[in-house]
């Protein structure tokens, strides 16, 4: 009974509209960053450009081996494969640049068919980073048809026993659930607000408590992988897949829970999941093993630090829930967000991080990690990295004009 009169007491909240319970306006932001971000994103529109003239059809860009000048490309039913559309629509939002809009769309039809795809938990990450900028942009409503059905098909995939969202489908796994799960919700989030369907929101906080109640460690870091029992709803192990050890903290990972109980907050207000979004942020930000220049190593435990590699798309993520976070808290808190966040759209603009334009395959970022222990896309750019790059970069000129 309570839990029924608790979802429908949120989807109140979701129906009026996912307006921050506390929003912070009086933090202050950086008019030579806001340049500088300025700078970046006239680069990075003609940067995407460039991709745009090296993209096949019928596929969608990944990465970039520079070593043999190889642009790496997708299929549709890829995790990754909303991520170019997405940033597409960003910059156009940016710059109005039609040759930007028309790709994005031309594009996005492309993705049409994976809203039928009960096959994935990505269709977070597939559909409504590109199908929801769209929308949010543009106002199709065909779109927003097909982010509903998208998000009727990622519904399939939760198991109400277990209490969270099945991720991949594949043996030795049991039942297995990443992290990066946290980051599909906004999806099931935003069809309830839209449908005033409770259904949707059950699942999204059903699983953000499960996977609150099992990720993390005391200390808030969390584990990449948690294997269930279909039977019993039991954890059966604590794993990694894209981390040094199955105890170490995957800086990604660290990343995605920071951004997925950010989000959380914003759609529900409850004081829970900012709370938990504070902790796993207390937890990167005072870790010793983060680099002074923000840019987290690609496992917080990894074992050849300082060698080891950076992860520039952990930074990215971080540095777009940062400047969320900031302005759901006292100004105090806030300001060391905002500040950490801004060290690292700095540092991220540096020729140590940004390509020159007409260089690395035609990405933004260079030097970003995506699996070491499976030897695949290590040090490489990244099209997710330059999705939340560009991501961060708005969310601070948005935050710059509200002064």
Same mark, same amino acid.
């Given at each position: ?86 940033? /597409?629509?960003?910059?156009? $939002?940016? @710059?109005? +640049? =039609? !040759?930007? *809009?028309?790709? %994005?769309?031309?594009?996005? &039809? ?77 999806? /099931?989030?935003?069809?309830? $607000?839209? @449908?005033? +369907? =409770? !259904?949707? *929101?059950?699942? %999204?906080?059903?699983?953000? &408590? ?194």
């Amino acid at each position: 009974m309570y839990l029924r009169l608790h979802l429908l007491l949120l989807s109140g909240l979701l129906i009026a509209g996912s307006v921050r319970a506390q929003k912070n306006n009086k933090l202050s932001t950086n008019p030579a960053l806001v340049r500088l971000i300025d700078g970046n994103l006239r680069q990075a529109v003609n940067q995407y450009k460039v991709l745009m003239s090296k993209t096949p059809a019928g596929v969608m860009p990944r990465s970039y081996t520079a070593g043999t000048d190889k642009l790496e490309t997708s299929d549709l039913g890829w995790w990754t494969s909303g991520f170019y559309t997405g940033t /597409l629509f960003y910059l156009y $939002q940016y @710059s109005h +640049d =039609t !040759s930007l *809009l028309r790709e %994005a769309k031309d594009r996005l &039809n492309l993705l049409e068919k994976e809203q039928y795809n009960k096959g994935t938990h990505d269709l977070g990450f597939m559909m409504y980073c590109s199908y929801g900028n769209g929308l949010r942009l543009l106002g199709d409503t065909s779109y927003k048809r097909i982010l509903l059905t998208s998000a009727r098909s990622l519904s399939t995939r939760f198991n109400p026993v277990v209490g969270a969202i099945r991720s991949w489908d594949a043996k030795p796994w049991h039942y297995p659930v990443i992290i990066d799960n946290m980051m599909n919700l906004e999806l /099931l989030l935003w069809a309830s $607000q839209v @449908s005033g +369907d =409770t !259904s949707f *929101l059950h699942i %999204a906080l059903t699983h953000a &408590n499960t996977t609150m109640r099992n990720h993390f460690r005391p200390d808030f870091s969390s584990y990449h992988v948690i294997d269930y029992d279909t039977a019993t709803g039991a954890v059966l192990a604590k794993k990694t897949a894209q981390g040094y050890a199955d105890s170490s903290a995957w800086a990604r990972g660290q990343s995605w829970g920071l951004y997925g109980y950010t989000v959380l907050y914003r759609y529900t207000h409850d004081t829970k999941y900012l709370e938990q979004a504070r902790h796993i942020a207390h937890f990167i930000l005072t870790n010793p093993h983060l680099p002074s220049d923000k840019i987290p190593y690609w496992d917080y435990n990894a074992p050849d630090i300082p060698k080891a590699l950076r992860d520039a798309s952990a930074a990215s993520v971080m540095a777009s829930a940062l400047i969320e976070l900031a302005r759901d808290v006292s100004v105090e808190e806030g300001t060391g967000y905002l500040e950490t966040a801004q060290q690292i759209l700095v540092n991220l603009s540096s020729n140590n991080y940004k390509a020159v334009v007409g260089s690395n395959g035609g990405f933004i970022l260079k030097h970003s990690v995506g699996n070491i222990p499976a030897h695949t896309e290590v040090d490489v750019p990244l099209t997710y990295a330059d999705y939340y790059f560009v991501e961060a970069m708005l969310r601070y000129k948005e935050l710059a004009k509200e002064k």
